[in-house]
């Protein structure tokens, strides 16, 4: 994959839940390393799934992250030596992780973004969608349809088991939530 050596440019990973973005954000991240470049990745802090500090994927792939509450919180650790920014679960960011991606890029950093493109409900999800607009470089991957196998596109909502409604609080106390990959054909939003 050539990328362009004189200028920055953003590239953004998207997909479904365990599309594997970010096995594919650690996988760049970690050939950068090995160039010896001044990087630093990002992560919102809501989600700690497994680790406080790192990206983890659902595979167990790991690298280290600094959690921020807030986009413009990425200026206080960035400097002229940094080359490579990235950026996990994008989707959770406020809408200035837009105008900061450009302007990194702008500085001549290469802007790594990782993050859903839809929600439960299949609906285009936060900054994602203006990003994918901006960006030089875009891969959309597919997981594996928990249903029927095919390529998984979104993101099954369940709650104690069941398919979620369009309108079901995103918190629901004392429910057990879950969420799967499931292609178009077998994802189900009742409303
Ligand atoms: P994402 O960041 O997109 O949620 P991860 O990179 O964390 O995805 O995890 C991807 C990994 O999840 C896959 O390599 C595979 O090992 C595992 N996995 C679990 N369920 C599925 C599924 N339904 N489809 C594809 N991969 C899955
Ligand atoms: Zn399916």
Redesign the pocket.
Known sequence: MYRPVNHGYIEV?I????????????RRIKRAEIAKQNIVVFKPRIDDRYSKEDV????G?SVGAIPINKANEIYNYIDEKTQVVGI??VQFFDEEIINIAINLADKGIRVIA?G?DMDFKGEPFGPTPKLLAVAEFVDK??????VCGQP?TRSQRLINGEPARYDDPIIQVGAVESY??RCRKCHVVYR
């Open positions: 990973v997909g479904p839940m365990y599309s594997g973005k970010s096995e594919e954000l650690i983890v994927s659902h595979s792939d996990d679960e990782a859903l991957i597919q997981a594996i349809c928990s998984a799967e990959a």
